[in-house]
Every structure is written in structure tokens, then in C-alpha cells.
């Protein structure tokens, strides 16, 4: 400026006028000042003034920085939830995976940006086909929505990156959706997290088979077979050969009966 240089904005700064007499109730005098500084010549171009403008920003300036710390603390949110987390914008666009989705489909940044710009949620068949289909009209219509569970096949979703085939299986999920929206209720983005059940599921499909044979074995042996309950000692179940050695025509006569009757 002094060179006679238009300068027009200078970078904000981060002024502390506490040396000023001020009121002892005032807690901080710590400011943000936005600048300008310009010459002014005389009418052969000479500088014959310095002129410099401040304008006190510290509102927008502490704005911003709350913002950017908002922002910080959602993305460790995200981040480092041990969820499955998938970010959407309103017309089912992927925008975001966490870590952990990164992780389970052994992906590095280059596909998930690969992934960002062609998956489509809203028209993803598999997600249809799987009975997903309402609940994602109803999150992008901007309701709160549980999944019902639904199986995945990672190998599969691997084949669509192209990538080799692991021999991973299929893995059970639990899945719930939410809008996020702004001051005036439209959609900014939509948020689906998963989460692993594999373990629970396989262990009641388990025990689900387990009871299927045990009744199949029960029903159809030769020996008359009764099972009771050792708390209050009344019969839970008989088999067909019981009824007919007892001479019961049903095992609805015998059921809720106290085994010494």
C-alpha cells in the first residue's frame, strides 16, 4: 500500500484490544477485525494517504468456528463408530462410508470414491429385492424407519468393484434409517446404519432346526415319550405313542396335567 499498491482484503485478524481502558465487566476483548488497506494520490498519482478499514467480524468469525468444530466432532461421530454408517444426499447419492464399512468390504478410498459416484440407494435392485424397498421410500420421504433384517452377500458386492472374490459368505444386518434436515424441514442428507447380527441370527436358526429335529425325533419314535417341566412338574408335550398306550385320544387331555395324576 505504502508503494502505492491496491491491496483491497487483507487477511482476517485475531485482535485482543485489552490494553484499552474498558469496563471491568466486560469479560473478553478479544475481537476478529476484517481489513482493507488502500492508497490515495494526488492528481500527479503520488501516495499521499494510507487508508486503512476495519470491520469487526468476530460474530461470523466464532460462527465459523463453532461450525468447523461441529463438523469435526461429527465426522469422529462417524468415523470412528463401530457401526456401519452410510451418508446419502436426497436423491439416494452415496456421499459417505465410514471406517468400519470400508473395512468390512476391504475397500481403500480410490473404489469408495469409485462407489460415490455410481451407487444409487433409491435404485439399487438387491436392496428391492431384499424387502428393503418401503423402507427406503419412507426414509427419503423423511421418516425415521427400522429395516427388518435382511441378508448380504459381500462376494457379491465385491464382484460389482471388480475385485476378487474372497469366499466371504453372507452376512446378516440390522439396519436403521433417519433424515437429516435443516431449520426449515427440507432433507439434507439421509443416514443408514447397520449393524452385524450374523451371530445371533445363525444361533437361532440353530436352535430353530435343533428344535424342528428334536420334535421330528420325539414325534415319530417308537417309545412312548412325555416331557414335564421340573418346576412345577406338569406335562409340556407327549408323542403319539404315549396317547395310545395311556389310551388319550388328544394331547391337548393331557398337557398343563400334573405328572402325578
Partial sequence: AFAGEEIGAIPDVDFNASREDVDNKEKSRGRWLSNILYPVRDIHGNVTHIVMMHEDITEQKQAEIALRESEAQFRDLVEQNPLFV???NPEGQLIHLNNA???LLAIDEDLSQMLYSNYNLI???YAIENGLGPGIKNVFAGEYFDFPEYELDIDLVRSWLNLENKNWGK???KATGFP???E???IKQVVI???DVSSRVTAEQGLIESEHKFRALFNTGGY???LSNMSDRRVKMVNQAWLVLYGYSSEIEVVGSLVTD
Fill in 123 to 125: 435404485e439399487d435392485e
Fill in 184 to 186: 426449515h424441514g427440507a
Fill in 193 to 195: 446404519l447397520s449393524q
Fill in 171 to 173: 452376512l446378516w444386518f
Fill in 86 to 88: 452410510e451418508i446419502y
Fill in 224 to 226: 412312548a415319550m412325555g
Fill in 101 to 103: 464399512y470400508k473395512n
Fill in 180 to 182: 437429516i434436515k435443516d
